[in-house]
């Protein structure tokens, strides 16, 4: 199992980024992005299911937008508007349950809003 995550960068206040999560080795039933700031405790950021069951962390509706590509086994967070507090390592997890998003990691990859 092995899930790649890409697509940080710096990016000024306002402006868009999309990271990409492409697994292998399996087909997860939940996928998620997850953040964590300096000297903060790592949280999640959204996560997409079966179906297209989302959910997300109430700092970012509205501005981000999880998806997935089951062809290519790949999940994507699109992120506008973004601020400097979204600055963060992102990491893209996979479970096979809604409540273990988490099970699997990828590695991370940094995002840096400048303001």
């Known amino acids: 199992v092995q899930l790649q995550a890409s697509g940080g960068g710096l990016v000024q206040a306002g402006g868009s980024l999309r990271l990409s999560c492409a697994a292998s080795?399996?087909?997860?039933?939940?996928m998620g992005w997850y953040r964590q700031a300096p000297e903060k405790q790592r949280e999640l950021v959204a996560r997409?299911?079966?179906?297209?069951?989302?959910n997300y962390a109430q700092s970012v509706k509205g501005r981000f937008t999880i998806s997935r590509d089951y062809a290519k086994n790949t999940v994507y967070l699109q992120m506008n508007s973004l601020n400097p507090e979204d600055t963060a390592v992102y990491s893209c997890a996979a479970g096979t349950s809604w409540y273990r998003a988490d099970a699997y990691w990828g590695q991370g990859t940094l995002v840096t809003v400048s303001s």
């Open positions: 997409i299911g079966s179906g297209g069951i989302t």
């Open positions: 080795g399996s087909i997860f039933t939940v």
